[in-house]
Nanobody, 122 residues
Framework: QVQLVESGGGLVQAGGSLRLSCAAS????????VAWYRQVPGKERAILAS????????VYADSVKGRFTISRDTAKNTVYLQMNGLKPEDTAVYYC???????????????WGQGTQVTVSS
C-alpha cells in the first residue's frame, strides 16, 4: 500500500509561485508514473503534468506548459510541482497520484493523495 501526502499549497497573489510536494510512504515510486491533477468545484479533475519515475520523462498539459515544472527527488521519494506565474484561474485543489503504466493509460491511478488547496488572488 502506498500513501501519498501532498503539501505546499496556500494563498498566493497572481504572478507568484508555489512549490507542491508529493511524498510517498509504504513503498517507493519505482515503476510508477506520478502525476499532478487539479479540480475546481463543478468540474472534472484535470491532469496537469506527469513524470515517469524510472526515466524522468515528463509531459505537460498545454494549460500549464512553460509555467509549471514537475520534478522528482529519488533520495526523498518525492515529486514536486513548481508553479510560477500563477493566475487566479489556477485556484483549485491539487492532487498527486501514482499509477502503473497500464493504469495511467486507463486514467485510473492506483493511489491518490488527499489534495492541497491552492488559492491565487487577483
Amino acid at each position: 500500500q502506498v500513501q501519498l501526502v501532498e503539501s505546499g499549497g496556500g494563498l498566493v497573489q497572481a504572478g507568484g509561485s508555489l512549490r507542491l510536494s508529493c511524498a510517498a510512504s509504504g513503498r517507493t515510486f519505482s515503476g510508477y508514473i506520478v502525476a499532478w491533477y487539479r479540480q475546481v468545484p463543478g468540474k472534472e479533475r484535470a491532469i496537469l503534468a506527469s513524470i515517469n519515475w524510472s526515466t524522468g520523462g515528463t509531459v505537460y498539459a498545454d494549460s500549464v506548459k512553460g509555467r509549471f515544472t514537475i520534478s522528482r527527488d529519488t533520495a526523498k521519494n518525492t515529486v514536486y510541482l513548481q508553479m510560477n506565474g500563477l493566475k487566479p484561474e489556477d485556484t483549485a485543489v491539487y492532487y498527486c497520484a501514482a499509477a502503473s503504466p497500464m493504469a495511467f493509460l486507463r486514467s485510473t491511478p492506483d493511489y491518490w493523495g488527499q489534495g492541497t488547496q491552492v488559492t491565487v488572488s487577483s
